[in-house]
């Protein structure tokens, strides 16, 4: 199995919080990628990287910002939850944008 | 964005049965991908196959690039196969398009 992480693995918070999400990697490579999980919806790209500090929008981008100042980490920031946020958060990584592996999800309870 | 539509979204199987998953693309793709999601959530990836045929034990796939379509084959099947299917495509700038997946129950 690959070696990602996310942490946390549980949040509940309240509406207008800061939230960040965390996923690290262990197998070095070049793209990382954040999506949300909600019925009905499948995954949908919220931000992808492709290097470090290399980061772009995905499908659904508004209302969450990226960070990546390291190769092994890719920071998802929600700057003021909102209950549409709750959902299931899972990071991926691959080498060459083919095959993409997942990390274990975050679930995300905004009250 | 890309439309990514499955096949069907639900399918209850005996134990031992086969079956045949579909997903169609709207446009033309650089990278398609099945990927499994277990009962407890885990997305694993089952196969990268932009085009031709893969096999891997009781599972195959075939991706038709030209008429925008994959299948996914399960033969024998168990119940550990139980789960949501997903196929992904991306099209270009590394942008992923899910489809909302097909949901497998194999009864014993």
């Known amino acids: 199995d690959a070696g990602i992480t996310q942490s946390p693995r549980h949040k509940v918070t309240e509406t207008g919080t800061p939230v960040t999400l965390r996923c690290h990697q262990t197998?070095?490579?070049?793209?990382m990628y954040w999506y949300r999980q909600d019925p009905g919806h499948g995954l949908r790209l919220i931000h992808y990287?492709?290097?470090?500090?290399?980061?772009d929008k995905g499908e659904v981008s508004d209302g969450y910002s990226v960070s990546r100042s390291k190769t092994e980490d890719f920071l998802l920031t929600l700057e003021s939850a909102t209950s549409s946020q709750t959902s299931v958060y899972f990071c991926?990584?691959?080498?060459?944008?083919?095959?993409?592996?997942f990390g274990p999800g975050t679930r995300l309870l905004v009250l | 964005g890309i439309q990514v539509e499955q096949s069907p979204p639900d399918l209850i199987l005996q134990e031992g049965a086969n079956s045949t998953l579909r997903c169609n693309f709207s446009?033309?793709?650089?990278?398609l991908q099945w990927f499994h999601q277990n009962p407890w959530g885990q997305l694993i990836n089952l196969f990268y196959?932009?085009?031709g045929t893969k096999q891997n034990g009781r599972l195959s796939a075939t991706t038709v690039a030209t008429e925008r379509y994959s299948l996914l084959y399960i033969s024998s099947s168990q119940t550990t196969d139980s789960g949501v299917y997903f196929c992904a495509v991306e099209t270009n700038g590394n942008q992923f398009y899910f489809g909302t997946g097909t949901s497998l129950t194999v009864i014993p």
């Open positions: 197998e070095n490579h070049r793209y």
């Open positions: 991926a990584i691959s080498e060459r944008a083919e095959t993409q592996y």
């Open positions: 196959i932009p085009s």
């Open positions: 446009d033309s793709v650089n990278n």
């Open positions: 990287s492709y290097g470090v500090k290399d980061t």
